[in-house]
């Protein structure tokens, strides 16, 4: 996925009300260490949350998230699971029949929901809160 790519999902996913939790990280580098309102911090590298700068996590002040990064992936998938209401929703890719490209979509153990796939994970579940009530 490219910057571009990911910036534009991280867009969409602010947009479909995903919002900031703690653990996302955003494009340009900060991670949200404390989401209970709009306060994050950024971490100095060793993973230590050092306070050097405080930001709010709205529109304009933070980039969107980085939905390259694992544990923003991980802190959406936990978001969709709670927009939609059941624990059991996971990924999965799946090679498409006529195309090389790895399909990814939202799944429970009964159910796949081609309403909520991409060609990523991370537009997966970007669908799937666009798509959530």
Known sequence: MTPAEAESLGRRWLAAEGGWSAGMLSMDGWRVVHAAGIVACV?????????????????????PPDLRDPATMGVCLAVVRERLDSPMFRTDALYALRVSERCWQLYTDTHAYSWADGTTEAEAL????????
């Open 126 to 133: 970007v669908r799937a809160m666009e798509c959530a009530p």
């Open 43 to 63: 971490t100095d590298g060793d993973g230590n949350a050092d306070a050097i700068e405080r930001r709010e996590c709205s529109p304009g002040l933070l980039s």
